[in-house]
């Protein structure tokens, strides 16, 4: 059974750190790039950043550039982004997924490439 189980959300105040995880389960994780994506209420589903699986070349929205940042255990099946420097209208429910590319050699936040999703963390931050 595939699962992608994310982990790691919360409350902070704006300005703080969050570390979110991801573990995943049932499929050949080196043959998948990691994306992670986030929704806030009333807005469309947003791509945050992925990461790939032959260099770990990662990408990240603009609007995250600079205060995230994301890295891969292979031999734990885990992701992790960092979130650092957090801002209110960074809250949503973030959720990780995995996307068949074996060998990428280009990576993208394109939602509906994305082959499985887990459930989504919530994360919120204060003013």
């Known amino acids: 059974e595939v699962q992608l189980q994310a982990s790691g959300g919360g409350f902070v105040q704006a300005g703080g750190s969050l570390r979110l995880s991801c573990a995943a389960s049932?499929?050949?994780?080196?043959?998948?790039?990691i994306g992670w994506f986030r929704q806030a209420p009333g807005k469309e589903r947003e791509g945050v950043s992925c990461?790939?699986?032959?260099?770990?070349?990662?990408y990240h929205h603009n609007s995250v550039r600079g205060r995230f940042t994301i890295s891969r255990d292979n031999a734990k099946v885990t992701v992790y982004p960092q979130m650092n420097s957090l801002k209110p209208e960074d809250s949503a429910v973030y959720y990780c997924?995995?996307?068949?590319?074996?060998?990428?050699?280009?990576?993208?936040?394109?939602?509906?490439?994305?082959?499985?999703w887990g459930q989504g963390t919530q994360v919120t931050v204060s003013s």
């Open positions: 997924a995995a996307d068949y590319v074996p060998g990428a050699l280009t990576i993208s936040t394109v939602a509906r490439s994305y082959d499985f």
């Open positions: 990461i790939g699986n032959s260099d770990g070349s990662t």
């Open positions: 049932g499929f050949t994780f080196d043959d998948y790039v």
